[in-house]
Every structure is written in C-alpha cells, then in structure tokens.
C-alpha cells in the first residue's frame, strides 16, 4: 500500500502543476475534473504519509527495545501500542480513501419526487419529503434550486423536481433513490384509521452540456397554456414547454418560468441529465445485470424506507436501521440515516460486494 502511495505522490505533484497552467485554469471542465482529483489525491497522500511515518516511528521503537533498560522498555512498549494502533487506523482509512471513486462523485443532482399510491394523502407526503430534502440540503450547506412543481388541492405536490448543489451531494443524496412509503392518518380520514401512501424520489446525476450533445432534429418542442398558481401573465401566454426526445421517449415538461426560453433551458438541463442516467444504468446492465438501477439503492420500485407517525418511527429497510425520531428526521436531521447508508456502500465495497 506504502508503495502505491508513492506512485499516488507523483500524480499529485503533477495535478498540482497542471492546475496552475494557464490553459487549464481557462478550461473550466478541465479545472473542475483537476480540482476532484487533487482533492481525493491530497486526501489519500496526507494519510499515506501519516502511515509512514508511524511504521517508521514502530520500526523504530521496536529496534531500541532490546538495548533499553527497564523503565525505557516500559516506555517503548507504551510506543509500540500507540503506533500499532496508529497503523491499523490509519491502514483502515487509506482503504477507504483508494476504493474506485463514484463516477459521479462531485456532481450536482437533480431530484424528482411524485406522490404514488394514495391519492392526495401521496401528494402530501411528497411535500413532507421535498421539505426534508431542502432542510437537510440547508443543514449540509447545500444549495436547492426548484425546477418545476405541480401543487395538488390539499398543499402537497403531485410533482416537484429541484438541483442540489454542494459538497459531497451525490455521494449522500444517490441513496435517496426509490420508494418511501408513509403509515399515518391523513388529514383526509374522519375514523381516525391509519393509512398507507407513498411517494417516489429519483435521483439523477445532473450531465453537463459538453457531455450529453443533443441533437435538436432529435426533439419535438410542444408549447401550451401554463396551469395552476402563477397569476394571469401564465395563464394567459403560451410559455409551458413539453420537450420529447424521439430516440428514447423521455419526456419532460416545465411550465413554473413565464419565460418560454427558461422553461426550455430548465427541461433540457433534465433531459440530459435523463439522458446521462440512461447511458450509465445501460453500462451498468452490461457489467452486471443487478447494479441497472441506481447505485446502492436497488429498484427504484423497491420501498426503501418506511415513515410510521404513529410510532415516531423511521425504518430503512436496506440495512435494516430503525430509528424512533422520525419528526426530527422530517425536520432535516437525516445525518444519522445518511451516515449509515454511506458507511454500508463502502462496507460492501471493501468486501467486494460492489
């Protein structure tokens, strides 16, 4: 490990040089790609030399033992443990840091979520679970910007898509993926009986524009009549936007700016986005037929997780976490569920279960 670590000093020098190259430093896409390697490089370099030198300091200790005299060999054993466990943490770090990087690690992430089975109840807890997203998104320092929604009666959302931006976003947010079913009394129920509903949350690596090209022969552009909240200049202007790729399908509609030329630029930031979730899932499939969905999260039809507000209970079902704090989770304190999930990926890396 100690040796790959030098060929790893190398490589950093190398970013280090090439990030202050004036070419690069005008190349943002480049910049950006340098600067993610030269923060996971500095990462793993900065442990690695921390593990050299407390193999050094043992080799050390060890070799003064047998010439020592009492008191020094009680001395140098005290050593020998601290930099034996100094090792065994530092060894189990590094392999953490060298496991294979997401690909997707440092990208932004366009979360949608829709209300599934239960009617408007369904709507609702979309909401609830929108409001949790953007209360942990403020809690990690992230910032949320809301692409499109579809209000239901009650105040829930049929549908409502949003960017997450920030450090470390997708490495935390991709587990989100799947279904998350909710046990409590809606506000609809007069017998006081509890119900199940459930909501859907896709979460998909934003693509850059230099990544996903799209052909615009390979579009069909539909414009219409906005509905819903939004005051007469939207309702009254053909400003909505319904972009259909041809080669797949995919379909995405924006209507939330009064600008037609927003709404199309907001739908075609999905459509890639789409496009690039599609390419990776096929990838995938071609490498191994049960990572074709997102990544550590299974199906997407999967229920991943259940919300009980009777019990104040919260049950992840993928690794089998159940925490009774559920209104502080919904209020954004999705850390320890969070932690939990990320600490699985890279247990099932480091046995080769990924």
Excluded at 19 to 39: C, H, S
Excluded at 164 to 188: A, C, F, I, N, Y
Excluded at 251 to 266: C, G, P, R
Aim: some cysteine; overall charge negative; hydrophobic content about 35%.
């Amino acid at each position: 490990m100690l040796e790959r670590i030098a060929g790893l000093e190398d490589e950093l020098r190398d970013v280090e040089i090439r990030l202050g190259d004036p070419a690069v430093q005008r190349d943002q896409n480049q910049l950006a790609d340098l600067g993610r390697r030269f923060k996971q490089l500095d990462g793993i370099v900065r442990c690695g030399r921390r593990l050299r030198a407390a193999t050094d300091d043992l080799e050390v200790a060890r070799s003064m033992l047998s010439e020592a005299t009492q008191s020094e060999r009680d001395e140098l054993r005290t050593e020998i443990d601290d930099y034996t466990a100094a090792i065994e943490q530092e060894t189990d770090q590094l392999k953490v840091l060298m496991l294979p990087p997401d690909p997707n690690d440092g990208r932004n992430v366009i979360l949608e979520i829709r209300g599934a089975a239960g009617g408007e109840e369904a709507n609702l807890f979309a909401r609830d679970l929108f409001e949790m997203f953007e209360a942990f998104a403020k809690r990690q320092r992230w910032r949320m910007e809301v692409l499109s929604s579809s209000p239901s009666d009650l105040g829930g959302f049929s549908e409502i898509s949003a960017v997450l931006s920030g450090d470390s976003v997708w490495s935390r947010m991709k587990h989100e993926g799947g279904t998350h079913r909710v046990q409590r009394v809606p506000v609809t129920e007069s017998q006081g009986r509890v119900h199940t509903s459930s909501a859907t949350v896709t979460v998909l690596p934003e693509a850059d524009e230099v990544e996903i090209a799209i052909d615009d022969r390979d579009l069909r552009v539909d414009t219409y009549r906005s509905s819903g909240p939004g005051g007469q200049s939207v309702n009254t202007m053909d400003s909505a936007v319904r972009i259909t790729h041809l080669p797949t399908g995919i379909v995405v509609a924006m209507q939330d700016e009064k600008s037609q030329l927003k709404n199309k630029a907001k739908a075609l930031r999905v459509l890639r986005s789409r496009l690039l979730a599609a390419e990776q899932e096929k990838a995938a499939a071609e490498q191994a037929e049960l990572r074709r969905d997102q990544v550590g999260a299974g199906d997407r039809s999967e229920k991943i997780r259940t919300y009980n507000f009777k019990e104040n209970r919260l049950s992840d079902h993928r690794i089998g976490l159940t925490i009774y704090k559920l209104d502080r989770v919904l209020a954004g304190e999705l850390d320890e569920v969070s932690d939990a999930l990320v600490a699985d990926e890279r247990s099932r890396q480091l046995e080769g279960d990924l």
